[in-house]
């Protein structure tokens, strides 16, 4: 069993910024990847951030210089520090996890059950 807790969301004004935090448990090997992707109301989930166990990370343009992703192996927990935050970054945010399964070596993406970000004044 393996779980993604996602913790953070809120309402900001415009301008504000919020971090996002998720946190893997169970059974878990080692996580080579984890991200943060967000759904709008009537738009297609799309990618945020990534990083690698190794630190390297990758940003959608639209969020390049106003968000931060980084990740704490010891504690499988992965965090976006959202900056400057904008109406259109408004979405459910969800975070996942390319997690190897402590037993059966299995490779397979988990997924958070998603947290609420409003950008409004």
């Known amino acids: 069993q393996v779980q993604l807790v996602e913790s953070g969301g809120g309402l900001v004004q415009p301008g504000g910024s919020l971090r996002l935090s998720c946190a893997a448990s169970?059974?878990?090997?080692?996580?080579?990847?984890m991200g943060w992707y967000r759904q709008a109301p009537g738009k297609q989930r799309e990618l945020v951030a990534s990083i690698i166990s190794g630190g390297s990370t990758n940003y959608a343009d639209s969020v390049k210089g106003r968000f931060t992703i980084s990740r704490d192996n010891a504690k499988n927990t992965v965090y976006l520090q959202m900056n400057s935050l904008k109406p259109e970054d408004t979405a459910v945010y969800y975070c996942?996890?390319?997690?190897?399964?402590?037993?059966?070596?299995?490779?397979?993406?988990?997924w958070g059950q998603g947290t609420q970000v409003t950008v409004s004044s």
């Open positions: 996942n996890g390319r997690i190897i399964h402590l037993l059966t070596r299995d490779v397979r993406t988990y």
């Open positions: 169970g059974s878990i090997l080692s996580i080579n990847v």
